[in-house]
């Protein structure tokens, strides 16, 4: 069933409750569920407005509705529920602003995608140049090269990566010149997010709940690459080459669950 961005919530719901109602055989094993709020909320308001709580509150009702549907059916300790978020939300705002252009020559570098992060492609020769000129020119702007990205970034090998990468504390932006900074901030946007995972304001939810998942226990942060490693484990599916770690996660899981994916990874070439 394709994403469709002007579906109703509560439809798409009821759409993967009705999924569970087939024959057994017939039933999905994965059902993925997306809301897009309270992102948009967050984006547009802050992730402290009042908007963004009455979306929280909404999506929680949602949720809430969710597990009366599997109770109905049964299902609610039967089922691996996880419930995730792929991001937090920063609050921004217009005067915490880094323009490049106060530091750099931009007849020698070529900026993409200003934002929280920057990527920098320096004319021949102006690397070492361009690195300088950034390096402390700002106190929440940090650069680096490509290879000497933080490893947990996960952003060093990749051939399309720039050569150069800056990015910006939580709560600033990055814009390449002046003029950008007033066109783009004619748009208000009181929230984002793509700042440095390890942010508090980073971090998103993570909840397990089925006959996989352990009891009244939390676990620390974790990264959200693990998980595609913890679905297949839940799932009994070998994963393609990824960054995740299970290790990280197995501790989510029950004894018994933790049991069966370490005989999968036993199983593996």
């Known amino acids: ?3 469709d961005p002007e579906a109703d919530d509560v439809e798409r ?3 993967a409750l009705s999924w569970l109602d087939r024959p057994e055989g017939e039933r999905p094993d994965l059902i993925l569920i997306y809301f897009d709020e309270p992102d948009g909320a ?3 308001s802050g992730p402290l407005s009042d908007e963004t709580r009455e979306q929280v509150v909404r999506v929680d009702g949602l949720a809430a509705r969710l597990r009366a549907g599997l109770e109905a059916r049964g299902l609610f ?3 691996d529920l996880l419930v995730v978020s792929d991001h937090g939300m920063a609050e921004v705002a217009p005067e915490r602003a880094i323009v490049l252009e106060e530091y750099l020559d931009l ?3 070529r900026v993409l995608d200003p934002s929280t992060m920057a990527l920098l492609w320096p004319a021949p020769g102006q690397l070492d140049a361009t690195l300088a000129a950034l390096a402390g020119a700002h106190p929440h702007l940090h650069v680096a090269r490509r290879e000497e990205m933080p490893e947990r970034l996960h952003y060093r090998d990749h051939p399309r990566i720039a050569p150069l990468v800056a990015w910006a504390d939580p709560g600033w932006l990055i814009y390449t010149t002046h003029a950008e900074r007033e066109r783009r901030q004619q748009s208000v946007t009181r929230g984002n997010h793509g700042y440095d995972p390890a942010a508090p304001e980073m971090h998103a939810i993570l909840i397990g709940h089925g006959p996989s998942f352990r009891r009244d226990f939390t676990l620390p942060a974790v990264e959200n690459v693990d998980l595609y490693e913890l679905l297949c484990a839940l799932l009994g599916l070998e994963p ?3 960054d995740g770690d299970l290790a990280r996660v197995a501790p989510l899981l029950t ?3 933790a ?3 370490a005989s999968r990874d036993d199983r593996a070439p």
């Open 107 to 109: 007849d020698e570098v």
């Open 240 to 242: 393609a080459p990824n």
């Open 13 to 15: 719901l009821e759409q």
């Open 259 to 261: 049991a069966r994916a």
């Open 1 to 3: 069933m394709p994403y």
């Open 77 to 79: 300790d039967a089922v």
């Open 42 to 44: 967050g984006h547009r």
């Open 255 to 257: 004894p018994e669950a």
